[in-house]
């Protein structure tokens, strides 16, 4: 049953790449050959390339050629070394290239088009063709011995199994429907069997399958293996095998079924297949080279080679910034818009408060008003009362307004934060979220609260980063926008409608659109209407509704509403109307008409800032530029700007803060983050209170981060400078909650628009995102002065992308451009970044840092600010933590002292390379020094990493006019610290006071609650 069903899928699958997908690559090919040129018209430098990052290669039958891909280009190499020739263009991310038997041809995976397909390209680079087509992957390619086939990996029968391809019909089979994983196959030279890896519950391992159907486990192994090929004679296979801390090259006597490793342990071997020169000596890629090696010998020869590629060093006017008061702001951090079900009134919250506003009215009125953070209004379906959180309690919790009285009452406190509240249709229950004890990215367990008796009930197991519930007419179903996986192998998926019976019956997904994502997991729908007949959601950045039946059943094709960027959809009472964002206005729109009307508002808000002159006597200065303290000096600061920074002279007039024993630091960058709201007000403070006063926000739901940078600049919540772009821009699969699925250029382009008017400070692109989208991207991003980030280097380099985030990271390959398995990196990583002067955030704490930097130092959870802001349960589980990932993660701390070596090299060798974590993976805030204690202590002066992680955290951000030294003119974001951290780097979170915008803070008032 469980075969027939996943062939049936497969089958309708195929009917729809066949009718839909068979222009997709001709027509990205032609855009992408105008959107070239015209990046490469730009300043370049040529970079010459000796060594690859996971490099796989494959030599031709003839013996004479290499075939090699380095930084997502197909390169041939003479098998003497040398000069290597490219075959691709290297905007496909082209990789794991084969020979075809005859020499004449190249085939590999190649994600041209959002997708990893096999594509093939003749010996001298001519005739680039696509083979598979489609919205699933391909990889990992082999040909059969007689040129006639093609085998490879592919998600198109529901997880990855072993797919054969006759070439010349193009007629698919699927050889494996075990439903583990199955992957890189290849070919015996007689053509057969085929050996291939199976990730299968019972028996992971490598298996034989033969002509005749049967398979054969033949190494039983729980490590992570790839890359299995036969010897000539078909007497054994060698295999790559990830064990540990340790990547080797191993080998199987198919006879015995005896294996044994072929490299030594201090090889850093990559997860690709070997390939014969004869039956005695064999190349493989490990240690950044090419090598070939004779059988029973223990030192191999390394193949020198040269590949030339050219970077680009974007230089265009960046986002000019006005931090000053004195000219009023649109509010534009609209977050949660809730209409009200006579459509008459609008609830949302911004600066951290509620407000709503009357139709007709232009200005919003607060319903609530104080230092604590408000968010997520509903309104009951009576439209008497209004849900919504607050931490004003401690952790954000549910509350209740009564709209008639204004009385506010707690309805619900839990231990952990909670999200996203819902009403049931007869106003009787709200459904909500409770986050898990660490907060992290919103994962939450699915409850209902009776509102008369506040009785708590569990429905749902923990669900990774849902959006907000919906519920039936009924009150039996609660739909939500959930995560459906491709395979187990790689995490990626599309957003589908996730129907929860409260009858316990199984959950189901369904889709109005086939193999395609709704929006971002966040309040953009499914919005159930009210009568129960329609759903309303957004896809493609449009807003949507579909027809269903009572259960959630899809019943009729999706009908769209809108033409222009679509946000948070919600119903009035009749079903008659929906409201939701338009970008930065709030509009209405008749669902049976289509006819749309703009909701006119007038909100302002502008900086805090101080007006009195402070004198700060301090014994030593960090300026942000030089190694030496300033000693014994005066920072007069007016307003919110040093006036000047004068030697010592005491009755200065101002309000004077004697910091006369103390080190004054400029305010720290932290580079990488992502928050919601969930962490409540003290986010802020947390922040501040570890010196920390300017954030880059590399990934959020715009709305929460918008209305976060306004509410914090605007001193209705106390907190840091916000530099924040939206949702991560992903490709056609995604992941988290926050990332954004483009399908079109349409939709891009909506939502480069969005950038623009809400003011983006930097665009992040994600992993899935294919080169020819993000070079449009960046194009677009420069025209508006902002600068763009991912997690790739090559070729995003070539066309002027700003910064990169990682020195590991999630990657769509499964293993890593930028570092090994071992954690090393080769000289072509760190040429290029040199060369290109591409900024790298490595988030050196995130890949095992953090813990080991715990280990080192006795007092590291004795922190001051860490134990006021992080429960005991939680930091109790942060320490049980390190001995479990290294468990889950072999050489995660082990191999941890490489990573250290490569940032190093990479400062030592002129990177621009600056300071971030990627928290909350590990703790807000304490996060950023565990980074600057990491790069200390790999060898990395304090001066030069406090350096990263002030001046040049402003440069690449763009703000060092105004921010990263201590300078006449400069804002005046300081922190004022006990002991040395030019000397010592702990001593950076002995924060005494900060200083943000001209408002000083002490260490005591940032702890305590308001």
Request: proline share 5%; aromatic share 10%.
């Amino acid at each position: 049953m469980i075969r027939a069903i996943r062939l049936l899928r497969s089958f309708s699958r195929n009917i729809h790449i066949n009718h839909v997908f068979a222009l997709t690559a001709l027509s990205g090919a032609f855009v992408f050959s105008g959107n070239y040129v015209q990046a490469a018209a730009a300043d370049s430098t040529k970079v010459t390339l000796t060594e690859g990052t996971n490099m796989a290669t494959d030599l031709s039958p003839d013996k004479k050629s290499i075939a090699v891909d380095i930084q997502g280009t197909i390169w041939s190499i003479p098998i003497a070394g040398g000069d290597a020739k490219p075959l691709t263009d290297g905007m496909g991310d082209d990789r794991q290239p084969r020979w075809s038997p005859d020499g004449s041809r190249v085939a590999f995976q190649s994600f041209r088009d959002g997708y990893y397909h096999i594509w093939a390209v003749n010996k001298d680079g001519s005739g680039l063709t696509q083979l598979t087509f489609g919205v699933f992957d391909e990889r990992e390619p082999e040909w059969s011995p007689d040129g006639k086939f093609l085998v490879f990996s592919s998600d198109r029968g529901g997880n990855y199994d072993i797919w054969k391809m006759e070439l010349s019909t193009r007629t698919l089979t699927q050889l494996t429907i075990d439903p583990g994983n199955d992957y890189c196959p290849a070919y015996a030279s007689d053509g057969s069997k085929i050996a291939f890896v199976s990730e299968r519950t019972s028996a992971p391992g490598i298996y034989i399958l033969t002509n005749d159907g049967s398979q054969k486990l033949i190494v039983k192994n729980t490590a992570k293996l790839s890359a299995p090929a036969f010897n000539p004679a078909g007497t054994r296979i060698y295999f790559n095998s990830l064990t540990g801390a340790f990547s080797d090259l191993e080998e199987v006597d198919l006879a015995t079924g005896n294996a044994k490793p072929l490299t030594q342990p201090s090889e850093d071997v990559f997860p690709f297949r070997a390939s014969w020169i004869s039956p005695l000596e064999y190349l493989y890629s490990a240690d950044g080279k090419i090598k070939r090696v004779k059988l029973g010998e223990k030192t191999s020869q390394a193949i020198d080679f040269k590949a030339i590629v050219t970077v680009t060093t974007p230089v265009y006017k960046r986002k000019t910034y006005d931090f000053d008061s004195g000219k009023p702001k649109t509010v534009k951090g609209i977050k949660g818009l809730n209409v009200s079900p006579d459509g008459k009134r609008f609830v949302f919250s911004a600066l951290g408060d509620l407000w709503i506003l009357d139709k007709g009215a232009t200005v919003p009125k607060p319903i609530t008003k104080d230092a604590n953070l408000d968010a997520d209004p509903t309104w009951s379906p009576d439209g008497n009362f209004i849900a919504f959180l607050t931490d004003r309690s401690g952790t954000m919790n549910l509350w209740v307004h009564d709209v008639k009285t204004g009385k506010q009452s707690e309805l619900v406190k839990l231990d952990y934060d909670i999200n996203y509240p819902a009403w049931s249709p007869d106003g009787s229950k709200i459904a909500f979220y409770q986050a898990d004890p660490r907060n992290s990215w919103g994962r939450g367990t699915l409850q209902t609260v009776e509102v008369k008796t506040g009785k708590v009930e569990k429905i749902h197991e923990s669900l990774f980063v849902p959006s907000q519930p919906s519920w039936s007419h009924d009150g039996k179903t609660i739909a939500v926008s959930g995560l459906e996986v491709y395979s187990t192998r790689y995490r990626e998926g599309i957003n589908k409608i996730l129907l929860i019976s409260l009858d316990k019956k199984p959950d189901r997904f369904v889709s109005p659109l086939a193999e395609r994502s709704l929006g971002m997991r966040a309040k953009n729908g499914p919005a159930w209407s009210p009568d129960g007949k329609s759903m309303a959601y957004v896809q493609d950045g449009l807003l949507w509704v579909i027809a269903v039946d009572p259960s959630g059943t899809i019943v009729g094709p999706p009908r769209g509403l809108t033409h222009e960027l679509s946000e948070v959809p919600s119903w009035t009472a009749d079903s008659k109307t929906l409201v939701y964002m338009a970008t930065d206005t709030i509009k209405q729109i008749n669902v049976s008409d289509g006819k749309i009307e703009s909701i006119p508002m007038t909100f302002k808000w502008d900086y805090k800032q101080p007006k009195e002159t402070v004198i700060i006597h301090a014994g030593k200065v960090f300026d942000g530029r030089n190694k030496e303290y300033i000693k014994n000096v005066d920072i007069i600061v007016e307003g919110n700007r040093i006036k000047e920074i004068v030697p010592h002279k005491a009755g200065r007039p101002g309000k004077l803060v004697d910091a006369s024993d103390k080190t004054i630091i400029p305010g720290l960058f932290e580079m990488h983050t992502h928050q919601h709201a969930m962490t409540g007000e003290k986010l802020g403070r947390l922040w501040l209170s570890f010196g920390i006063t300017s954030l880059r926000e590399t990934g959020a739901d715009p709305y929460d981060a918008l209305e976060r940078k306004e509410s914090w600049d605007a001193g209705t919540l106390t907190g840091p400078r916000e530099f924040f772009t939206g949702g991560l821009t992903d490709g056609s699969r995604i992941y988290y909650g926050l990332a954004n699925s483009i399908h079109s250029t349409a939709q891009l382009d909506l939502e480069l628009e969005r950038a623009s008017r809400l003011g983006y400070d930097m665009i992040k692109t994600y992993v899935r995102m294919p080169d020819i989208l993000q070079l449009r991207i960046t194009n677009y991003a420069h025209k508006i002065g902002v600068p763009v980030s991912s997690h790739e280097i090559f070729p995003a380099m070539r066309y002027g992308v700003d910064a990169v985030e990682h020195i590991g990271g999630t990657s769509r390959r499964g293993y890593s451009p930028k570092i090994s398995a071992m954690n090393f990196t080769y000289q072509d990583v760190t040429e290029l970044l040199v060369k290109s002067k591409m900024n790298i955030t490595p988030t050196a704490s995130l890949q095992g840092g953090f813990y080991v930097m715990a280990g080192k130092n006795p007092g590291y959870y004795e922190n001051k600010q860490f134990k006021a802001f992080y429960s005991e349960e939680f930091r109790k589980a942060l320490k049980d933590g390190a001995s479990q990932i290294e468990k889950m993660f072999p050489g995660y701390t082990a191999n941890f002292g490489t990573i250290q070596k490569t940032v190093k090299n990479l400062l030592a060798s002129g990177a621009r390379v600056t300071a971030g974590t990627d928290s909350p993976f590990i703790p807000y805030a304490m996060s950023l020094h565990s980074e600057l204690q990491c790069w200390v202590d790999g060898g990395i002066t304090p001066f030069e990493t406090l350096r990263s992680a002030t001046l040049w955290s402003a440069e690449a951000v763009g703000v060092s006019k105004d921010l990263g030294t201590l300078e006449k003119g400069k804002l005046a974001d300081l922190v004022i610290v006990e002991g040395d951290p030019l000397v010592k780097i702990e001593d950076a979170w002995n924060v005494k006071h900060v200083m943000k915008n001209g408002i000083l803070f002490s260490i005591d008032e940032l702890l305590k609650k308001p």
